[in-house]
């Protein structure tokens, strides 16, 4: 395997993830965020099956159990008559099979530390704005008009507004997240739930487990709203907004009492975009920089940790870089065109302002949640199964040069 000088952008999942496993394989690897120090941002997500096989691969599988919550179903109703409209079963797929809640600053420690004990080097404070980029070198370009060293390789883990990948067009729809102790809502221990009227609400509340070691373990509250509905919320008083929050699911009041002012929440935007090609010279997209798309399916995470580590095994098995990156791309691609299709279909039945899809959803996700194969399908969706991701990343440990 050759060894590379590998400049990575951005310093979140998939960039720790990234520079975890290439400075384990011996490349010289420096990661570069705009953040003035490590900073993670976000609430809490979900590792499914495939992103905890990813932590196994780069060793840091232990500390992420013992800081998330077992998540082994999901569970969704419509309201105002208890329709099931989401209820997915972990052990439909295998007994043992369940996800891990986490606050997103849990995951990035994990995956900061792995980074770090790698051998990577982690630069704060430097913001990306440019790449230039032939098919034997790259070099990154800063916001202070400097230009960075000679790399073999550059990888763009930027998320979807990376300025080294097309622009993602924001969805009409986003959420509030806030985050506060287990004990303050009604929730299962170890499960996702929610509540909807039609599409154009949407309530929910996820265990998260601890966001340090020896801390008190914690859920997460998420609220569906309208992008261009942010500055209006934030200017309503926020009893007000309460109110229409326990109308629709009165038993999470001990959590909304946790909560005084709107700068508890934190409002998250998400886009839909596919790049068609993530390699251009020696430049590689990974993450919400290729691929980009709305949180229903709960996969932005996870396929970020898909994309390293097949990037991480693709560098392996093959010397030259461009074939490499080729069979990145190759074993890569169906997996997320399936999940980017599954997410954009399913979009509009959860977060939309028309009632044909609601409708839909409330008529088909009942006898889908029950009659084979219904529940054995939806559990391999949501855990990112379909498709054998894994296997295909894997098969690339058989090809690596002797």
């Known amino acids: 395997m050759r060894k590379l000088s590998i400049a990575i952008a951005g310093i979140g999942v998939g960039g720790l993830a990234s520079a975890a496993l290439l400075a384990r394989d011996g490349h010289r690897v420096v990661a570069f965020d705009q953040a003035p120090a490590p900073r993670p941002v976000g609430s809490g997500l979900i590792v499914q099956p495939v992103g905890l096989a990813v932590l196994a691969a780069l060793g840091a599988i232990a500390p992420a159990?013992?800081?998330?919550?077992?998540?082994?179903?999901?569970?969704?109703?419509?309201?105002?008559?208890?329709?099931?409209?989401?209820?997915?079963?972990?052990?439909?797929?295998?007994?043992?099979?369940?996800?891990?809640?986490?606050?997103?600053?849990?995951?990035?420690?994990?995956?900061?530390?792995?980074?770090?004990?790698?051998?990577?080097?982690?630069?704060?404070?430097?913001?990306?704005?440019?790449?230039?980029?032939?098919?034997?070198?790259?070099?990154?370009?800063?916001?202070?008009?400097?230009?960075?060293?000679?790399?073999?390789?550059?990888?763009?883990?930027?998320?979807?507004?990376?300025?080294?990948?097309?622009?993602?067009?924001?969805?009409?729809?986003?959420?509030?997240?806030?985050?506060?102790?287990?004990?303050?809502?009604?929730?299962?221990?170890?499960?996702?739930?929610?509540?909807?009227?039609?599409?154009?609400?949407?309530?929910?509340?996820?265990?998260?487990?601890?966001?340090?070691?020896?801390?008190?373990?914690?859920?997460?509250?998420?609220?569906?709203?309208?992008?261009?509905?942010?500055?209006a919320w934030r200017a309503r008083p926020l009893d007000a907004w309460k109110s229409e929050a326990l109308a629709l699911w009165p038993e999470t009041a001990p959590f909304l009492e946790r909560l005084t002012h709107h700068d508890d929440f934190v409002f998250a935007a998400y886009a839909h975009r596919t790049l068609r090609q993530p390699v251009a010279g020696a430049l590689v997209h990974l993450g919400d920089a290729w691929h980009s798309a709305s949180p229903q399916l709960g996969q932005g995470a996870n396929m970020a940790l898909l994309d390293a580590y097949a990037l991480s095994l693709a560098l392996r098995a093959q010397d030259d870089l461009a074939t490499a990156l080729a069979e990145y791309a190759r074993v890569r691609r169906w997996h997320v065109q399936l999940y980017q299709w599954a997410s954009w279909a399913l979009t509009p039945a959860y977060q939309s302002d028309g009632a044909l899809f609601a409708w839909a959803r409330d008529a088909l996700a009942g006898p889908a949640a029950r009659l084979w194969p219904g529940p054995q399908l939806l559990a391999a969706l949501v855990t990112g199964v379909v498709g054998a991701p894994l296997h295909a990343i894997e098969a690339l440990q058989g090809r690596a040069p002797s």
């Open 65 to 231: 159990r013992a800081l998330g919550a077992p998540i082994r179903r999901l569970l969704g109703r419509s309201m105002p008559r208890g329709v099931t409209a989401l209820d997915v079963r972990y052990d439909a797929l295998a007994p043992s099979a369940h996800g891990l809640g986490m606050h997103r600053a849990a995951l990035f420690d994990t995956l900061h530390d792995a980074a770090r004990g790698a051998g990577a080097e982690l630069v704060f404070g430097r913001a990306v704005t440019g790449c230039t980029a032939d098919a034997s070198e790259a070099r990154l370009t800063f916001a202070d008009g400097a230009a960075s060293a000679r790399f073999d390789l550059v990888v763009d883990a930027l998320g979807a507004r990376s300025p080294l990948s097309r622009p993602a067009p924001p969805l009409s729809y986003g959420a509030l997240w806030a985050n506060a102790p287990a004990d303050a809502a009604a929730h299962g221990e170890d499960r996702l739930e929610q509540r909807y009227v039609r599409a154009a609400k949407m309530v929910g509340v996820l265990p998260i487990g601890k966001r340090v070691a020896g801390g008190g373990a914690q859920v997460s509250y998420f609220w569906s709203l309208r992008r261009n509905d942010y500055a």
